[in-house]
T-cell receptor, first 112, second 109 residues
Framework: GAGVSQSPSNKVTEKGKDVELRCDPI?????LYWYRQSLGQGLEFLIY????????KSGLPSDRFSAERTGGSVSTLTIQRTQQEDSAVYLC??????????FGPGTRLTVL | GQSLEQPSEVTAVEGAIVQINCTYQ??????LSWYQQHDGGAPTFLSY????GLEETGRFSSFLSRSDSYGYLLLQELQMKDSASYFC??????????FGSGTRLQVQP
């Protein structure tokens, strides 16, 4: 596709349930990032994939969060046993050049 | 670690010029990026400065001084559609950007 796509666009779940968020990066982009953004706040780094290298997971807030990137393309962010504080917009970005990232439209997650 | 400071809000009128400053503290600095985000939208890339000096792209310009750990985004001929949040972000090598908390720009008629 022409840009980064994410699904679902909105997800409402109950506390304690697991959720999976999907990201399709721009074709050919070797770097893929996950961020989250709470209302009116900046972007919080979660995880970074670069080619076939081991991912940088230093931003994951707890072991309930995990992500994988299959075939160097599509990525899935999984949140297990969701908590209300996990409610946020989860943004995926891909990149080919330093400093220039292309963001998807995000997934708005609401944990009731 | 990294930290960035930028003003939380700026207000200006249509047709005016506005400057949004960003100061940063980081280890392993590679460059400074700027992103625009409209309410409910995703951030969009505006500019990236790896070297000192001014980069101009249409109505928007971005400046970097590595020695002062300082940069700014300059918006000229402001339009109502420029009302948005603007984030500076530091690049520290081939990894994710660290974003500032954002500056909300309100353009008034």
């Amino acid at each position: 596709g022409a840009g980064v796509s994410q699904s679902p666009s909105n997800k409402v779940t109950e506390k304690g349930k697991d959720v999976e968020l999907r990201c399709d990066p721009i074709s050919g982009h070797t770097a893929l990032y996950w961020y989250r953004q709470s209302l009116g706040q900046g972007l919080e780094f979660l995880i970074y994939f670069q080619g076939n290298s081991a991912p940088d997971k230093s931003g994951l807030p707890s072991d309930r969060f995990s992500a994988e990137r299959t075939g160097g393309s599509v990525s899935t962010l999984t949140i297990q046993r969701t908590q209300q504080e996990d409610s946020a917009v989860y943004l995926c970005a891909s990149s080919l050049r330093e400093g220039e990232q292309f963001f998807g439209p995000g997934t708005r997650l609401t944990v009731l | 670690g990294q930290s960035l400071e930028q003003p939380s809000e700026v207000t200006a009128v249509e047709g005016a010029i506005v400057q949004i400053n960003c100061t940063y503290q980081t280890s392993g600095f590679y460059g400074l990026s700027w992103y625009q985000q409209h309410d409910g939208g995703a951030p969009t890339f505006l500019s990236y400065n790896a070297l000192d000096g001014l980069e101009e792209t249409g109505r928007f310009s971005s400046f970097l001084s590595r020695s002062d750990s300082y940069g700014y985004l300059l918006l000229q001929e402001l339009q109502m559609k420029d009302s948005a949040s603007y984030f500076c972000a530091v690049a520290t090598g081939r990894r994710a950007l660290t974003f500032g908390s954002g500056t909300r720009l309100q353009v008034q008629p």
